[in-house]
C-alpha cells in the first residue's frame, strides 16, 4: 500500500472514529433526564453495531467526493438518466439504510406502533439526502485559517443545528406522502407528525455533522517532503500527479504554504539536481502551475465565445480578439445549404420542451477547481519574488516572462469576463480575479522596471505597464 493511500485511509478511519463519538455525545445529550441531573438512560448502547454500520456506510459514500470529481452532465436530461443509474441508486440506499440505524437514537419514541413507521420516514430522508447532492453541485474549499479541528466544528454546530431543523420541514413535506399512503390514521396525529419532524431533524443533524468532521479531516495540512532520496509517491511532486483528489490538493497547498513562509523548502526547489544541472523540481512545479493556469484562462476564453456581441463591452476586448469572435459568428452556413435533417433540428431546438432538458447546461468551474488555480498563481508568483534574493543559479527568472504573460492572460479573461457577464456565478469570478490581480500587482512591483525585457506581447505589456502606473499613483 502506498503512502498517499495511507494518508487518506488513516483520515477516513479517524473521521469514522470522530462521528461516533460525535454520535454518541449527541445520544447522550438527548436522553438526559434534566439538565441538572446526569442519570441517563443506557438503551443507545444497545445500538452500537447498527450505529457504527450507519456511520461507516455514511463515510465511505462521503469520501468518494474527495477521491474523484465528478464528470459534470451536459444537459438535464443526463442528470435525470445519472439519477437513474444503478451506481447513484446503490449509493442512495446506503445513505438511507444509514439514515434508518441513525434513526433508532432518538430517545422520544418507545411506541412499537410508530417506531417501524419512523424507521422508514428516516430512510427516505437518507435517499433525498442524496439524491440533493447528486443534483445540486456542492463547493468546498480549504480552510482560511487553521485551529483546532474541536474548534472548527464548534464554531459550524449552530449553522448544522438550523440547518437541520429547516431543512427537515422542507423533506417532510415528500416524505408524509408515502406515509400517509402505508398508515393515514397514525399520519394525522399530531404527535406522530412532531416526532415525524424531530427524527428527520436528528438523522440531518448527523449526517451534516459527519459531514463537516470529514471535510476537517480530509483537509488537514500535511507537510510533504519537496523531494526524497528514493523518490516514493511520499514526495511533493509525485503527490501533485497521483489519481486522487485530496491527495492532490493537500500537496499543493503544502507547496503554496511552502512558497509563503518555508525559506528551507524553498531552498530544495531553487537546488539544480546532479543530472544536467537542471532543477528538476522546479521544472516540474512550473509546468503543473502553467498548465492549470492555462487551462482556466482557456475555459474563460471559451466562456466569452459564447457571449451574445451586444453583451460585450467593446473596450474590454482588443481588435484581434473582437475579430476573432466576429468570424466564428459570422462563419454560420447558409439556410441553403442545410440538409432536411439539420433544418428539422433547428426547428425542434426552438421549442422550449427541448431546450429545456437537452440544451447546454453552463459548465462552470468548482470553486475548489479555482481554488488551485489561485494557489498555482500565487505558488509562481512568490518564487519569483524570492528568487531574487533565495536563487542563486537564476532558475526562476529564465521563466519570468512566461509566468507574467500567463497570469496576465487570465486576468484580462477575467476582466472581460466579470464585466460582461451578469449572473450568480459572479462571486467565483470576483474571487479569483481578486487573487490573480494580487498576483499581478506583486510582479509589478518586483519587476516592473524590467517590464519592456521579459518578452511580453502589446496587450500584456499594456496590461503590465496599467498596473505600474496604477502603483505609482498610489
Keep these: 500500500m ?9 483520515r477516513t478511519l479517524k473521521s469514522t472514529l470522530s462521528s461516533l463519538l460525535l454520535t454518541y455525545v449527541t445520544a447522550f445529550l ?6 441538572l441531573s446526569f442519570t441517563f438512560s443506557l438503551y443507545s448502547l444497545f445500538y452500537v453495531p447498527t450505529v457504527l454500520i450507519a456511520v461507516l456506510l455514511f463515510i465511505i459514500t462521503s469520501s468518494r467526493r474527495y477521491v474523484k470529481t465528478d464528470v459534470p452532465c451536459s444537459n438535464r436530461f443526463s442528470k435525470i438518466v445519472k439519477g437513474l443509474s444503478i451506481q447513484t441508486i446503490l449509493l442512495a440506499s446506503m445513505f438511507s439504510v444509514s439514515a434508518w440505524f ?6 422520544f419514541c418507545h411506541d412499537d406502533k410508530i417506531w417501524h413507521l419512523l424507521n422508514i420516514g428516516c430512510a427516505l430522508a437518507g435517499i433525498l439526502f442524496h439524491y440533493e447532492k447528486v443534483y445540486f453541485e456542492q463547493d ?4 482560511i485559517i ?3 479541528k474541536y ?8 449553522e448544522i443545528i438550523f440547518k437541520s431543523l429547516k431543512k427537515s420541514c422542507l423533506y417532510i413535506f415528500f416524505i408524509f406522502i408515502p406515509l400517509y399512503v402505508i398508515e393515514p390514521k397514525l399520519c394525522t396525529d399530531f404527535y406522530f407528525f412532531v416526532t415525524l419532524w424531530f427524527s428527520i431533524s436528528l438523522v440531518l443533524y448527523f449526517f451534516y455533522s459527519f459531514e463537516h468532521i470529514i471535510f476537517l479531516t480530509m483537509t488537514e495540512r500535511v507537510i510533504f517532503p519537496i523531494v526524497t532520496i528514493k523518490q516514493n509517491d511520499s514526495c511533493l511532486l509525485n503527490a501533485l500527479n497521483v489519481d486522487n483528489k485530496i491527495i492532490k490538493s493537500l500537496a499543493l497547498y503544502d507547496l503554496y504554504q511552502a512558497t509563503i513562509k518555508d525559506p528551507e523548502r524553498r531552498k530544495e526547489i531553487f537546488s539544480l539536481s546532479f543530472a544536467g544541472n537542471v532543477s528538476q523540481s522546479w521544472k516540474m512545479i512550473f509546468n503543473y502551475c502553467m498548465n492549470n493556469i492555462k487551462s482556466t484562462t482557456e475555459d474563460m476564453k471559451n466562456v466569452v465565445n459564447h457571449i451574445p456581441l451586444k453583451l460585450i463591452n467593446r473596450r474590454n476586448i482588443t481588435n484581434a480578439r473582437l475579430i476573432h469572435i466576429n468570424d466564428k459568428v459570422n462563419t454560420k452556413p447558409s439556410e441553403e445549404n442545410l440538409n432536411q435533417h439539420r433544418k428539422l433540428l433547428c426547428f425542434v431546438e426552438k421549442f422550449w ?4 432538458f437537452f440544451g447546454p447546461l453552463d459548465k462552470d468551474k468548482l470553486l475548489e ?3 488551485t488555480t489561485v494557489w498555482c498563481c500565487y505558488i509562481l508568483s512568490n518564487l519569483a519574488v524570492v528568487s531574487l534574493k533565495e536563487d542563486e543559479y537564476g532558475i526562476v527568472r529564465e521563466q519570468l516572462g512566461q509566468i507574467v504573460s500567463t497570469i496576465l492572460d487570465l486576468k484580462n479573461q477575467l476582466d472581460i469576463q466579470q464585466r460582461s457577464l451578469n449572473n450568480q456565478k459572479t462571486k467565483k469570478i470576483k474571487y479569483l480575479k481578486t487573487h490573480v490581480k494580487t498576483c499581478a500587482v506583486m510582479l509589478a512591483l518586483n519587476f516592473g522596471m524590467y517590464a519592456n525585457d521579459i518578452g511580453l506581447d502589446e496587450t500584456q505589456l499594456h496590461s503590465f505597464k496599467k498596473i505600474i502606473v496604477l502603483l505609482n499613483n498610489c
Design 2 to 10: 502506498t503512502s498517499t493511500s495511507n494518508i487518506f485511509l488513516t
Design 30 to 35: 438527548l436522553s438526559l433526564r434534566s439538565i
Design 102 to 107: 441513525l434513526s433508532s437514537l432518538n430517545p
Design 140 to 143: 468546498f474549499h480549504f480552510p
Design 146 to 148: 487553521h485551529t483546532t
Design 151 to 158: 474548534s472548527m466544528f464548534m464554531s459550524k454546530l449552530s
Design 353 to 356: 420542451f427541448y431546450k429545456y
Design 369 to 371: 477547481e479555482l481554488e
